[in-house]
Nanobody, 116 residues
Framework: QVQLVESGGGLVQPGGSLRLSCRAS????????LAWHRQAPGKQREFVAD????????NYLESVKGRFTISRDGAGNTGYLQMDNLKPEDTAVYYC?????????WGQGTQVTVSS
């Protein structure tokens, strides 16, 4: 099993930046895809970005392309979501998720609030 812990959320003004981190522990070698999702108040959880293990192929939600960057460190222990030019509509709880050989794992989420 894989355990995930997010950090890095907070309050930022429109146009600002934040970097979220997702620290993985346990059977890290079983992770096939690391992803970020978000859930805004009153809305369903939505996919934001993911990165494939091995190939490093990335995918993004259309509305965050060019503003957000997903990455993982070389050891695969930590995933990141660099968020630039943040907008009020990016306000949400952001969750890290891992697809593994034995199922999916989710973190507890970290709040991101974009407001002036």
């Amino acid at each position: 099993q894989v355990q995930l812990v997010e950090s890095g959320g907070g309050l930022v003004q429109p146009g600002g930046s934040l970097r979220l981190s997702c620290r993985a522990s346990g059977k890290i070698y079983t992770i096939t895809t690391l992803a970020w999702h978000r859930q805004a108040p009153g809305k369903q959880r939505e996919f934001v970005a993911d990165i494939k293990s091995g190939s490093g192929k990335v995918n993004y939600l259309e509305s965050v392309k060019g503003r957000f960057t997903i990455s993982r460190d070389g050891a695969g222990n930590t995933g990141y979501l660099q968020m630039d030019n943040l907008k009020p509509e990016d306000t949400a709880v952001y969750y890290c998720a891992a697809n593994t050989l034995f199922g999916d794992s989710w973190g507890q989420g970290t709040q991101v609030t974009v407001s002036s």
